[in-house]
Every structure is written in structure tokens, then in C-alpha cells.
């Protein structure tokens, strides 16, 4: 087998023990023919030696992956090296830091074990994922029973290492604090079970290390500065202690002073004779500078000072003897010229069209030659600058649309210039122009506004060409706000109208709830019971009047309803229908006032349309048409399938037909049995028919 080559630091440096060599008595093989197992578990690494024998390589750095572990007894691992087979049925396991052999790809993060049973042991990312847990197949494989099988997951990725709980029972904290998913930073601690693990980024770690490394390295600086500070303060105070009076820091006592100072031998051997042994340092006297070239100059300054001198006098007496001469004619005065030369400037200024600059040029010459303004200039100039301030004053009004006021000083402005008469009519115009178009604005506002009333007072302002349009648009605008408004009174009302009804709809559903046990009563027959109910009602809503009400009304109706019932049902039962047909409606319409649903109003409508049908048929027999007319359509109503009803009412018809017959022949001779029987056909035959068209019309000519 091939010599292992020495593993690195962080692949565990320090194993090579007493238990790893060829001799050892560990390395027998297996009764099963597998060679022996290393001196440390396959799932351990340590990052530091054993003892200092081993550390050639240089001491490990327990701070690379957390914190120190203590030291383990070579002893311990030679005997658990040395009984290879009473693990042999126990999968090994194979984490890469473990391996010195092992493939290092995987990003440089790792998971180091801090407490639990897994105490000491590290697992780096092989992978962009690694999952922990005590199941066999997971990537880091733990021997704590209160761990998961799949306890969580740690996947890599640019951001950073997310760590995701995979369901586990007991759960996963981090720095204390339970969570589901999180990005781990490095230092982060996370308690599974029993087991405490720490997320290690190695790349964080070595700049930590960094730091701290250049963080000693100042403190050991600052500590060699304040050492020297200290020996030269001790230096200092054991020189004073002395008594010496020469101080070291003397600039007379530096060399590259001193060389500019050369003193002979012969006098620096007398001087280290004369000061032997007194403990002094003898300084040599410099030489004082030479003061010749001063005294030279100052010979030459009064030399030149005496010769000037005598220049002056003789000059002067040459103008003592020099025979005079008339006086010259006095120079023209400089401020007539100045004056002059700056009412030229003015009337440059002027034509310049510069006016305050010639009004200061004209003020100036007054100043210097009082009525030099021959002329009048600057009269006219004022005037003209007190125009042009009015014109500017106008403008500054116009631009902040004060329009009124900007017309009302342009009116009051003196009169100019030519030219700027010409400017205040520009100015006039532009203003009428801007004003136009600011109430042209104002009154596109308040129609956008809907404000008839801001718009008919723009009105009257507004350009005549202008006027009539905008007065349209006012009218159309108060007839669609007239028309809005009654639109919204409209829609007011009926939502009130619709309120209102809601209202009464809750109430009459309120009612209704209230009087459900007496309609159930009243379905059932049971009439009394029903009215007793009534009171009941009223007795649990005694505040409400509507109830109140309800209860007296149902109170009165239902015994009316049971006796007409009664008597209907009697004449039913002896087969007395046409008798019937009167109680029996009387019946229907009482059980229309109580308002109860149920299938009794069905019964009593098929009991009034037999019997409205026989007393139609009797009626028919015996010549009442009207009484007819009425028993049959009340049956086709109450059940519009009837037959007997239909052909009821056909003969009726034929039997009109002959009545209105034999009252217009009738109607000459005998008017008031034609009237009679007219009024018979009007009330018997159809609405809309020519019988009872004509009926009426001949009733109206014997009847005006």
C-alpha cells in the first residue's frame, strides 16, 4: 500500500499517531478481509495537532472553524483504532474534510459541530445543496436520535447559503430563534435537537482574521511608540538627575552645525585642557560679522545726498538772476470742457435713444457749469424718462393682467417724442389685444365651470364680434343645467319613491314574519287558535302599532271568513251551486283582506268557478244577461280553461246580438224599453265589440 501523503491543515494535520503506522498493532485486518480502520472515526477531523511533536506544518488556527475544541487523548484513539471489528457493521461515514484525499469542489463554506453527540466534527459543501439529517442517505449524516431523518437543507447560491427546514418535528433554530427559511450569515448558529451546529464562511473568516492580525499589529506599534516615549522621558530625567546643564537636543552641539564653525586644532586642544574634568562641553564662540561694507554704503548715501543739494542751490540762484518776462495767459478752465464734453455725450445718448444715461450726463454738466444746458436738453430728456417709466409701469401691470389700471396711466402719461408716441400707440394696441384675450379666457372658464352667472358679467366686456356667440353658448348652458337639475330631481324623487317602497316591502316582510304562526292556523283550519295567536302577537310587539293593527283587522276577518266558508261549503255539499256562488265569493274576497298564501285560496277559487259557471248557466236560462255575463267571466278568469265557460259566454253573445236587435227596432216606438235594453247589452257584451259600440252610441242619442 502507497505511503498517504501528509494532509494539509484543514484535511487534519496531527494524525499521523502512534495508531497510523505499519507497526501499529491496530492495523491487523478484518476477520472479513477489509483493511484496518485509521485511529479517528471517519466522521471526525481536527484542526489542530495533538501535541507539539506533530505541529511541523505550523500550529493550526482553531478560530478557521469556530471555536477550539480540547484536545483529544491519542490513547483513546489507538484503542478505538485498535478493534476494528466491532464496527464493522456500522456504514462509515464519508465526509470530505475527514479524506485528505477527497475532492475539494464545492464553494468554501462549511458546517462545523459544536455540541451533541456529533461534537467536533465539520462537513464542507461538495455541492450547490447538502442535506442534515440521521438518515443514511443524507450529505451530513448525524448520530443524535432527536434529529429528523431529512432535518433540513442548505443550498448555495450567489446571494448567499439559504437554509429551509425539511418538516422536521422538533424543528430548527437559528441564534436561538426558531424559523423555517433563512439566508445564514457566517457565525449563525443552529440548534437542531441536541446537536448545535455553526455555519462557517471560510472567505468571511480569513478577512476576519485579517483584521484582527492588522489590529494586533497596530496595538503592538502603538506599544513599541509609547516603550520609546518612555526610555527617552527616562533618558531625559536620569541627564537632569545628573546635574548636567547641556541639553542634548542643543543645536550648537549638532555636527552639521558645528561644521560651518571651524575652530583650529590648536585652540580646541587648549580648550580640552582648560575644561578637563569639569564635566562641561566647551562650545566655541562664533565670529561677529564685519561691519566695513555698512560703513562703505552709508559714506556713499551722504555723499549723493550733499551733491543734490548743491545742484538745488544753484539752480535756484540761476532763477534769481534770469530777467522776467509777461505772464503767460491764464489755461482755459477744465470744468467749462468737462461740461461741454459731457453735454456732447448726452445728445449722443439721445440719439441713442439712451435717455436715463443722457439725463446723468446732462445733471453732471449742470453740476460742473451751472446753465450750460443751453438748449433745454435736459428738460425734454426728464420728460422723456418720466414717459418711458410709465410705458415700463404699463407693461409690469399687463404682465400681472391688471389691464384696468395699465389702461387707466397710459391715459394720464404726458405726451413725448415722436417716437415715443409711437411706442404708447403699439402699447395701446398690445394691451386692448391681451385684455381681449384674458376675458376671452376668463369667460371660457366659467362656462368650462358651468357658471352662467360669472359669464353673462363677462359678458358685457366681452368683443363685440364675440358677444352674440357666447350668448348662445350662456342660454344652452342654463337650459342644460335646468334640464340636469330636473333630471336630478327626478332620479331624487324616485329614489325616495323606491326607498319608500323598500320600506313598505320590509314592513309588509316584517308583518308577515310576525304573523306566521296565525297563518299557519289559518291553513290548518284551525280559525280560533288562530285568532288566539292574534293576541299572542301582539302581546310580544306591543310597541308597534302596525302589529296592533294587523291583529284587530285578522281578529274581525277570520270569523267572517269561517261563517261565509261554512255556509258555502253546506250549499256546495247539497249541490246548490248557483246559491253557493255568492257566499263563496264573499269567502274569496275575505281571504284576499286577510292575505294568507296557501292552498285553501286555490281550493276556493275552483269552488267559485264551478259555482260562478252554473249561476252564469242559470242566470242565462231564466234572461238575466248581465248576471250571466259576469257568473261566466268570473269563472274564466278563476280557470281560464273552461270550456263550459267559453261556450257560456258565446250564446250570451248570440243572445246580445238579439237584444240590441229587437232595441233598435224598438228605439222609434217604444224608446225607454230600447234604452232598457241597450244599457243590458252595453253591460253584458265585450269591451271593444261594434254591439256595445253601437249600444252606446243609440243609448246616447235616446239619452242626451
Known sequence: MPARPPS???SGAGRSGGNGGAD????????????????????????APASGDDASDGPANPELYGDALPPRSRADETRVGAIPESRDDEPRRDDDDDNSEATRAGPPVQLL????????????FQ??????????????????????RRHLELVYSQSGVAMRDLGSISGTQVNDQRVDECILKHGDEIAIGKTRLRFVDEAEQIKELRVQAEAREAEEKREREEASKERDEARKAASSARGSDVDPNDPRLNEATNANYRVPEQLQAKNR???KGKGAIAIPRTRPPPRAAAAESDSKVKLFIGLGGAVIVLLMLGLLFIPSKP????????????????????????RADDYTAALGFVEEAEKLRPGVDEEGLGKAVAKEVEVRKVFQAARELMDAQNFDEARKILNAAPQGTAKSDDVRRKLEAELEEKDTAFRIAKMEEALTARDPDAARALLDRMPDVSKPAYSQRIQDLVAELAKESADDARRARAGRARAEELAKEERKR???????????????????????????VVEKYKADKDVRDRSRQLKTLIPQFQRTLDDAQKKLASNALESASKPLRRAAELYRQIGFQGSLGRTLDEQLASAALAAGQGALKKGDLAVAGSNFREALRLNPGDRRARDGLDELQKKVEELYMRAYIERDRDPSAAAMKFKIVIET?????DTKRKAEMFLSELQP
Not at 459541530?113 to 464542507?124: E, H
Not at 455541492?127 to 429528523?148: A, E, H, N, P, T
Request: hydrophobic fraction near 25%; charged fraction near 35%.
Open 8 to 10: 494539509s491543515s484543514r
Open 24 to 47: 501499529s498493532p491496530s492495523a491487523k485486518p478484518s476477520s472479513r478481509g477489509r483493511p484496518p480502520r485509521e485511529a479517528s472515526s471517519s466522521d471526525e477531523d481536527f484542526a
Open 113 to 124: 459541530v459544536l455540541a451533541g453527540p456529533d461534537r467536533g466534527r465539520k462537513k464542507r
Open 127 to 148: 455541492g450547490v445543496r447538502m442535506v442534515v439529517g440521521r438518515g443514511k442517505d443524507c450529505d451530513f449524516v448525524l448520530d443524535d436520535q432527536s434529529v429528523s
Open 273 to 275: 585642557e582648560n575644561n
Open 327 to 350: 505772464p503767460p495767459p491764464p489755461p482755459p478752465d477744465p470744468s467749462i470742457e468737462r461740461a461741454k464734453l459731457l453735454m456732447q455725450k448726452a445728445r449722443e445718448s439721445v
Open 510 to 536: 316584517f308583518i308577515e314574519e310576525a304573523f306566521t304562526d296565525v297563518e299557519r292556523r289559518f291553513n290548518g283550519g284551525d280559525y280560533q287558535r288562530a285568532v288566539l295567536e292574534c293576541d299572542r
Open 685 to 689: 257584451a265585450p269591451e271593444g265589440s
